[in-house]
């Protein structure tokens, strides 16, 4: 297993276009979560899924993100009519159910430029 | 409403030496905390980490300590060498799910 992998690593757009990012995790990690990560901050918490099961949303999720797990594997995050505002680097991490399950491994991140 | 605060941006030791980073909480619920270390173009990975129940948790170099009263907790690492020089954020949780990060220190270790 290579890690947390993450696509496209970076993306530039143009505001108001849709973005999608894909992460897919550890294969044997149920938890998989999305953060987002700005200049000079530390990660902030978007989502988080158990399996294909989305259990908790940041207030910081808009209604233009949305993040499916469809199959309890790979994850996406979809962004619409992006934002300036948007331009972040967006990291995915995933842990296991059991063993180290407050341990998060994440990927090296989606960066995304709107222009 | 930063529920996790790391109050240096920045720190810089001489090689050999020992670092000290510093990491403040204000949410009491807290049960878990981690450090992690992040070099440029990569995503953070994984330190130390430390329960609640525990005050001290040491893995070779690195020593977190934890001060539950004040809540406070801090990474030390000894001795300092110039691979250590990144980024570090401390993280807390009080139901594993949502992690809360801080804004990060930035460590330059000098040879």
């Known amino acids: 297993d290579t890690g947390v992998s993450q696509d496209p690593r970076h993306k530039i757009t143009k505001r108001g276009q849709n973005v999608t990012f894909r992460c897919d995790p550890i294969s044997e990690h149920n938890r998989l979560y999305w953060y987002r990560q700005t200049l000079g901050q530390g990660p902030e918490f978007l989502t988080y899924?158990?399996?294909?099961?989305?259990?908790?949303k940041s207030r910081l999720l808009s209604d233009r993100f949305s993040a499916e797990r469809p199959k309890g594997s790979f994850s996406t995050l979809e962004i619409q009519r992006t934002e300036q505002g948007d331009s972040a680097m967006y990291l995915c991490?995933?842990?296991?159910?059991?063993?180290?399950?407050?341990?998060?491994?994440f990927g090296a991140g989606s960066r995304l430029t709107v222009l | 409403d930063q529920q996790v605060k790391q109050n240096s941006p920045s720190l810089s030791v001489q090689e050999g030496r020992i670092s000290i980073l510093n990491c403040d909480y204000t949410n009491s619920m807290f049960d878990y905390f981690l450090w992690y270390k992040k070099y440029p173009a990569e995503g953070p990975t994984f330190l130390i980490s430390?329960?609640?129940?525990?005050d001290k948790n040491e893995d070779g170099r690195f020593t977190v300590f934890l001060n539950k009263s004040a809540k406070h907790l801090s990474l030390h690492i000894v001795p300092s060498q110039p691979g250590d020089s990144a980024v570090y954020f401390c993280?807390?949780?009080?139901?594993?799910?949502?992690?809360?990060f801080g804004t990060g220190t930035s460590l330059t270790v000098i040879p």
């Open positions: 991490a995933s842990s296991p159910l059991t063993g180290l399950t407050n341990v998060l491994t």
């Open positions: 899924f158990q399996n294909e099961a989305q259990l908790e």
């Open positions: 993280a807390a949780s009080e139901t594993g799910n949502q992690f809360y």
């Open positions: 430390i329960s609640s129940i525990k």
